[in-house]
C-alpha cells in the first residue's frame, strides 16, 4: 500500500508519494484539509472511492480556484487523472518526473476535455500529434531528437503510419523501450498484416505470440528470417504453426538467407539472380547518393542565400523605430511583470538593457524572435540565434519560419537573453553532409582545432552585449539531459554541476569557473544520434 499526499498550494493540487510515517486520512469527513491544505490517502483508498474522491477534488479547486494540477511522479498520473474528471476548472497538467511520457497517459488525457496543457519532459512524436489532434498543447522540457530502435526501424514517426501500417520488422531479443512501444503499437494498428522477425528464439517468439493474442490479432503472417536445419526446431515451428494456424489464422514460415539458398537450393540460378539484384542495388545506391549529395548541396545553397538576405537586411534596415520599440517593449514588460506590493522582489531587481547591437536589431525585421549571434573560429558556425516558445518549433522551421529539415540555430526556450542564465544554451542539428547549421561542430572535437588558441574563443552576441566565451570543456556523451540545466539551487550546486561537465572533457583547459561566472552550452547529436557533443565555455569578456 502506497500513501498519496494531495497538497494545495496557490492555485495549484499538487499530488505526491509520502514516504514518512505519516497517518492514512481515509475520512473526508473528518479531514483537516480546509486548515493546512494537505491530506493523505493510500492508493487503494483513491481507487475504491474514485467517485467520492472526485466530488471532493472538484469542490476543492472550486474553493480554492485551483487551475493547475502537479504530479510528481510518472507512474502516478494514471491514478490522478480519473478523479481529475469533474474539476473542470483545472487545464493544466504538470508531471515533474524526467521520463518519457507513455501511450496510456496520452490515451487517459484525451478522454479529460478540460485539460487543454500539459508539461512533461519527454514525448514520442506520434503522441504528440495525437494530444495536438484532440488540442491538447504539449510542452516538452527535453528535446525530441530520438524514439526507440523499434519505431525508428519500422518509420513509426507519426499516429497515422503506427495506425495503417501493413508489416513490421522486429528484431529479437526486445529491450523493455521496444517492448513498450510493441505493446502501443498493437494497441493503436488496424491493418498489420507480416511480422518479420530476424532470427528464432523460441522464448521470445512465444512472447511474441502471446501478445499479439492479448490484443485479439489473427490473420497474421510471421516469417522467421534465420537458416534452420535442426530438425527438432522444425518440427516444434511445425507444431506451434499447426496450432496457430487452425485456431487464431496465424501463419509461421521459414526465409532462408541467400547464403544458404546459394549452399543448397539451386546454385547457379540463385547467383544468376544475385547478379541481376546486384546491378539493381549498385544502380540504387548510386541514385541514393546522387539524390544526397544533391539534397546537401541544395540545403547549403539555402542557408547561404538566407544569410545573404540577412546581410542586405542588415545594411538597408534604419533601425531606429526598431530600437525604440524594442526597448519601449522591455520596459512595459518589467513594469507589468513587477508586483507593485513587492517591490524588492526579484523581478525588480533584473536590469533592464536597451538594445546596443543595432545590427542584430536589424534581424527583428525579419523575425521577432532572433536574440543573438554565434560564431565559433575555424567551423562554418557563423549564425543569428533564435528563441521560440519551446524546443521543438526551430527543430523543422528556419529562420524566416519556412519550414525546413535543417532547422535552425536557437536558444533553449528557459533561457533569459537580456540578463543570461547561469547557463545559456544553445542547440543546432549536426547537419554534416552539408555542413550547414552544427554540421561542423564535430571540428572542435579533433585535438588539432582543441589546443589551437584561438579557436578556444567563442563569440556570442545578444541584442544588449557583445561577449566572449571561452571554452573550459568538449565531450560526446550517450543520450542524456543532466546537462541542460539552467536553473541551480546555490553556488555550491552550479560548481558541482561545473566540476562534473569538466571532468568530462576529452582535453583539460585549464580554465577556471567561478561560482559568480556564467557559461554557454552547445548542444547537436553526434554519432548517428545515439550521443551528443557538448561545448561549454565561461563568460570572459562583455560589452566588448
Known amino acids: 500500500m502506497k500513501k498519496i499526499l494531495i497538497n494545495i498550494k496557490n492555485n495549484e493540487i499538487i499530488f505526491a508519494y509520502k514516504t514518512n510515517n505519516s497517518a492514512i486520512n481515509n475520512d473526508l469527513i473528518n479531514t483537516n484539509i480546509i486548515s493546512n491544505n494537505e491530506l493523505i490517502f493510500s492508493d ?63 490515451e487517459a488525457l484525451i ?35 530520438y524514439i526507440s530502435n523499434f519505431m525508428q526501424n519500422n518509420n513509426l514517426f507519426n499516429y497515422a503510419n503506427i495506425y495503417y501500417k501493413t508489416n513490421i520488422r522486429i528484431n529479437l531479443p526486445l529491450d523493455l523501450e521496444d517492448t513498450k512501444d510493441l505493446n502501443d503499437f498493437c494497441k493503436i494498428n488496424k491493418y498489420l498484416k507480416t511480422i518479420h522477425v530476424n532470427k528464432f528464439i523460441p522464448s521470445e517468439l512465444e512472447h511474441l505470440i502471446k501478445l ?65 539484384c546486384g546491378l539493381i542495388i549498385s544502380s540504387l545506391v548510386i541514385l541514393v547518393i546522387t539524390y544526397i549529395g544533391v539534397s546537401n548541396y541544395v540545403a547549403l545553397k539555402q542557408v547561404n542565400k538566407i544569410k545573404e538576405d540577412l546581410a542586405k537586411t542588415i545594411k538597408l534596415t534604419d533601425v531606429t523605430d526598431i530600437v525604440e520599440e524594442k526597448n519601449a517593449e522591455n520596459i512595459k514588460n518589467k513594469e507589468e511583470n513587477t508586483p507593485p506590493e513587492n517591490p524588492d522582489s526579484s523581478i525588480q531587481e533584473e536590469e533592464i538593457k536597451l538594445v546596443t547591437n543595432y545590427d542584430l536589431a536589424a534581424l527583428l525585421s525579419v523575425n521577432e524572435e532572433v536574440v543573438g549571434e ?39 526556450y528557459r533561457n533569459n537573453s537580456m540578463n ?118 565561461v563568460l570572459i569578456n562583455e560589452n566588448l
Not at 58 to 81: M, R
Not at 113 to 131: D, R, V
Open 111 to 145: 478522454n479529460i476535455k478540460h485539460i487543454t496543457k500539459i508539461n512533461c519532459a519527454s514525448i514520442q512524436p506520434f503522441m504528440l500529434e495525437l494530444l495536438d489532434k484532440n488540442n491538447i498543447t504539449c510542452e516538452t522540457r527535453n528535446e525530441i531528437l
Open 374 to 412: 554565434l560564431t565559433v573560429n575555424n567551423t562554418n558556425v557563423d549564425y543569428p540565434v533564435v528563441q521560440a516558445d519551446n524546443n521543438d518549433y526551430y527543430l523543422n522551421h528556419n529562420i524566416n519560419k519556412e519550414k525546413n529539415p535543417n532547422g535552425w540555430i536557437f536558444m533553449d
Open 420 to 537: 543570461l542564465d547561469k547557463n545559456t544554451i544553445i542547440y543546432g542539428h549536426n547537419m554534416y553532409y552539408s555542413g550547414v547549421m552544427f554540421g561542423t561542430l564535430h571540428k572542435t572535437a579533433n585535438k588539432d582545432w582543441y589546443t589551437n588558441p584561438d579557436n578556444q574563443i567563442i563569440t556570442f552576441n545578444t541584442l544588449y552585449a557583445k561577449m566572449q566565451f571561452k571554452i573550459f570543456s568538449i565531450y560526446r556523451v550517450p543520450k542524456t539531459n543532466d546537462y541542460l540545466r539552467v536553473y541551480f539551487t546555490d553556488d555550491a550546486d552550479f560548481l558541482d554541476f561545473i566540476n562534473d561537465m569538466t571532468k568530462r572533457s576529452i582535453y583539460n583547459f585549464n580554465v577556471p569557473v567561478n561560482a559568480n561566472d556564467k557559461i554557454i552550452t552547445l548542444s547537436t547529436c553526434s554519432n548517428n544520434g545515439t550521443k551528443r557533443l557538448v561545448i561549454h565555455a
Open 44 to 106: 487503494k483508498y483513491l481507487t475504491d472511492n474514485t467517485k467520492i474522491i472526485t466530488s471532493f477534488l472538484k469542490e476543492l479547486a472550486i474553493q480554492y480556484n485551483i487551475t493547475s494540477a502537479i504530479i510528481t511522479k510518472i507512474d502516478l498520473v494514471l491514478l490522478v487523472l480519473p478523479l481529475l474528471a469533474k474539476a473542470t476548472s483545472i487545464n493544466t497538467l504538470y508531471i515533474k518526473e524526467d521520463e518519457v511520457l507513455t501511450y496510456a497517459i496520452t
Open 212 to 276: 499479439l493474442l492479448t490484443y485479439n490479432r489473427h490473420n497474421l503472417n510471421i516469417v522467421i528470417h534465420e537458416n534452420i536445419n535442426d530438425e527438432k526446431t522444425i518440427n516444434y515451428l511445425k507444431d506451434l504453426n499447426k496450432k496457430m494456424k487452425q485456431k487464431y489464422h496465424i501463419y509461421l514460415s521459414l526465409e532462408y538467407s541467400q547464403e544458404y539458398l546459394n549452399k543448397n537450393i539451386f546454385a547457379q540460378t540463385i547467383i544468376n539472380m544475385l547478379k541481376v
